[in-house]
């Protein structure tokens, strides 16, 4: 299963919901599994083409076939149309934040074309990184929003790609929650970045907006409080641990990758919170630095020692950034064995 709206709470809605909100989480389900399976095919065939930022927005009209039709392109003035141009505008962000925070050209760093599908199939409620591409769903519209518009969902997806060329984080067990968590923590960054918010004023919330007035929730997933972000009788309660006390030892979700990664992301806003500031200036470039360090089966512990071997790389050995991140991930119960 591959998307923001983690397999969780999609059951809960399989079950909780009535005849139509049934329908619509089952062929979100299905229509993800089978893009999982593309996945690979599509990572082997893209090609790099540009030095510049390049987007392309596409219109699925509601059918399961990508592309769609080409909406907009780079430079293309606004299509009237709020999904389309939040796609684009969400995917610049992203773009011009690993550009010229961390002199990353796309995702893949060699200039892919960051192309976007709206619209995609009836009612879907996810959006996803398919491996070559950014394809959002309208949602049901009784639980779900447009997914365009919660500008961090853009920047966790597209982070996917980053991932996918870095560290290569197997989609397993605390390798893969590493792999969400890393997503969680650049799209948090995206959105900071387009508001110019420090990591105080940040909200840190991961989908904020994407619940409609009917769901008791705020988002799906709290960096800040991992566990709070919803409770309502359509979706359940936020099942995300914040500490390794709460870790869920589970095989549901490749072992529960968008479940446990709310304790690297509880280390991250606590991390970012000590450091203070412009959270992509320091504490984010400490974890995209670490994107180099991993390897694919990297666990929460590899991460901790990574992270703090990044601090100390860039700002020295026992600076206070390098106590930051041991004092963080102390935090969520993880000891730094440096």
């Known amino acids: 299963m591959l998307g923001i709206v983690p397999p969780h709470l999609l059951r809960e809605i399989v079950n909780r919901g009535d005849a139509g909100l049934k329908k619509w989480a089952i062929n979100t389900i299905t229509l993800s599994e089978q893009v999982r399976m593309q996945r690979q095919t599509f990572v082997d065939t893209m090609v790099s083409v540009s030095e510049q930022k390049e ?24 299509v009237n149309d709020p999904a389309a141009d939040e796609a684009y505008d969400g995917a610049g962000w992203t773009y011009d934040l690993y550009k010229n925070v961390y002199g ?37 519209g009784k639980i779900f929003n447009r997914f365009t518009k919660a500008i961090d969902v853009i920047g966790h997806e597209l982070t996917h790609g980053v991932t996918q060329y870095t560290a290569k984080l197997e989609y397993q067990d605390q390798s893969g929650a590493l792999n969400e968590h890393i997503s969680d923590v650049f799209g948090s960054i995206v ?22 007035p009917k769901i008791h929730g705020v988002a799906l997933r709290s960096m800040k409080a991992p566990g709070t972000a ?60 670490t994107l180099d360090l991993l390897a694919k089966n990297s666990d929460f512990e590899d991460m901790a020692a990574c992270t703090f071997e990044a601090a100390g790389n ?10 930051s991140v041991r004092k963080g991930w102390n935090g969520v119960g993880i000891t730094i064995k440096k």
């Open 230 to 289: 919803y409770d309502d009788p359509l979706i359940g309660k936020d099942p995300q641990p914040a500490t390794m006390s709460d870790y869920n030892d589970t095989t549901e979700d490749n072992g529960g990758v968008h479940i446990n990664s709310g304790i690297p992301n509880h280390a991250f806003y606590l991390i970012a919170a000590d450091i203070g500031g412009y959270s992509w200036e320091k504490s984010g470039m400490i974890w995209y630095k």
């Open 104 to 140: 990353r050209n796309s995702v893949d760093d060699k200039g892919l074309t960051l192309d976007s599908s709206v619209h995609f199939s009836e009612k879907y409620d996810n959006a996803f990184w398919n491996g070559a591409q950014m394809v959002y769903g309208d949602g049901d």
């Open 191 to 212: 959105k900071q970045y387009s508001l110019k918010q420090n990591a105080k004023q940040a909200d840190w919330l991961i989908g904020q907006g994407l619940f409609t």
């Open 314 to 323: 860039l700002f020295g050995n026992n600076s206070s950034e390098q106590e």
């Open 55 to 78: 987007r392309r927005i596409y219109d699925a009209k509601n059918k399961s076939t990508l592309p769609g039709v080409l909406v907009r392109v780079e430079g293309g003035s606004s």
